[in-house]
């Protein structure tokens, strides 16, 4: 089995052409209808975060990424057309032992997003 845990981010700032650091990320689960909250953190120097659940907490089912950006875009960019940014994804299967890692590609007045490897 993977020590990886199973779902992570990268942010990488494509205006800038660097990582996005210390942006505040909420992890959510569809439960009953409703988002309960997962797990959190803030991406690294290198864009990165990946601390959101272990393995064993992991299972099958629909998913939030709550990118808070607004805080990095008015301390980098002195404005904020996005506050934040949100990406659903649904993961069918948790026990296939595969790696979540879904990239943001972050610009003042877009973004991307893909599921990463």
Not at 11 to 27: F, N
Not at 39 to 62: K, M, V
Not at 69 to 82: P, T
Request: aromatic content about 14%; proline content about 6%.
């Amino acid at each position: 089995m993977s020590k990886k845990p199973p779902i992570s981010v990268h942010i990488l700032d494509t205006s800038r052409g660097c990582p996005a650091a210390e942006v505040p990320i909420m992890l959510y689960k569809e439960e009953n209808g409703k988002w309960q909250t997962v797990g959190g953190g803030q991406t690294n120097s290198d864009g990165r975060c990946d601390q959101f659940l272990t393995r064993e907490e992991f299972s099958a089912g629909t998913f939030k990424i709550h990118y808070a950006v607004n805080e990095y875009f008015m301390k980098n960019l002195g404005f904020s057309f996005y506050p934040y940014i949100e990406v659903v994804f649904k993961i069918e299967n948790a026990s296939d032992d595969q790696n979540y890692h879904i990239p943001l590609l972050l610009s003042p007045y877009g973004y991307s997003t893909y599921r990463g490897s």
